[in-house]
């Protein structure tokens, strides 16, 4: 059974950091293409981050680009969202979906979802 599971989420001030995590397990993590999404409220879920299976690819929606980071260690089954400078318009709940293959873009199809780690940005 696959599990992907978030952490790190809360609440914070506009301009502070959070480091996201998700542990995955029940695949083959260092073959499977990870990506970050979020939903705020009332909107519908977007894409943020794309990474590669081997960490080489990232790619990211403009808004967050020079602010956040993906990142992933195949040895802990854990991908990473370094969020830096947030603002208000971050708040949202995040989820890391998994997809099978060495790389998903934006539209990709998604094959697993977490349950989501809620992320509130004051001002």
């Known amino acids: 059974q696959v599990q992907l599971v978030e952490s790190g989420g809360g609440l914070v001030q506009a301009g502070d950091s959070l480091t996201l995590s998700c542990a995955a397990s029940?695949?083959?993590?260092?073959?499977?293409?990870m990506r970050w999404f979020r939903q705020a409220p009332g909107k519908e879920r977007e894409f943020v981050a794309t990474i590669s299976w081997n960490g080489g690819a990232t790619y990211y929606v403009d808004s967050v680009k020079g602010r956040f980071t993906i990142s992933r260690d195949n040895a802990k089954n854990t991908v990473y969202l370094r969020m830096n400078s947030l603002k208000p318009e971050d708040t949202a709940i995040y989820y890391c979906a998994a997809t099978r293959g060495t790389w998903a873009g934006p539209t990709a199809g998604v094959d697993y979802w977490g349950q989501g780690t809620q992320v509130t940005v004051s001002s």
């Open positions: 029940g695949l083959t993590f260092s073959s499977t293409a």
